[in-house]
């Protein structure tokens, strides 16, 4: 098979403006990780499955945090037995068999993504759902967020609709309150500003 070239593959990206905290990723991917497969069986497991993913609190903000499945992953570089590799779409992936759980990958990751499973003594992170993907499938997590804060996809579909998203978003505003140098976060303030004014206006 003729590997894909980097930006071709997809992988998650996150938007925090966009997250509710609502956790619903958390549960779909410890599901999709458990043995059944099942939300109703899945509680009842022992041990119960773990999350790959994490939303983290940060002030007004909800930021999912997951593996990025970086180009040159650090982690894959420090592994000292080969257990972290790429598949064929590019995603970083643990060989539990060849794992020692050195812990290594963790210290290195710039994103505190991998995971020590205490029970087996491996190395666990998020695998972007390499079944679903066979399927065709998102992974779990972006199929359950309901407000579009993870996608899935190559890096030039996400920042088309990115782009498209944003171009609805600024005719939306009154003239004058888009400047050229706004970057996401702020253009999103503005927005949350605007809501605000509208409410109160009503509310008198």
Known sequence: M??????SK????INPAKCIGCRHCEIACAVEHSKSKNLFSAIFEDPLPQPRIHILPMGAYNVPMNCRHCENAPCMEVCPTGAIFKDEDGAVL????KCIGCK????VCPFGIPEFDTLNGVMFKCDMCPDRRAEGRPPACVEACKTGALMFGTIDEVVSQVRKETAEKIIKL???EYKEEYNGWELFRSFQAEVIRINEGESK
């Not at 643990?94 to 068999?97: G, P, Q």
């Not at 290594?104 to 210290?107: K, L, P």
């Open 2 to 7: 003729i590997p894909m070239p980097p930006d």
């Open 10 to 13: 997809p992988t998650i990206f």
């Open 94 to 97: 643990v060989d539990t068999s």
């Open 104 to 107: 290594m990958c963790a210290i």
């Open 174 to 176: 009154k003239e004058g």
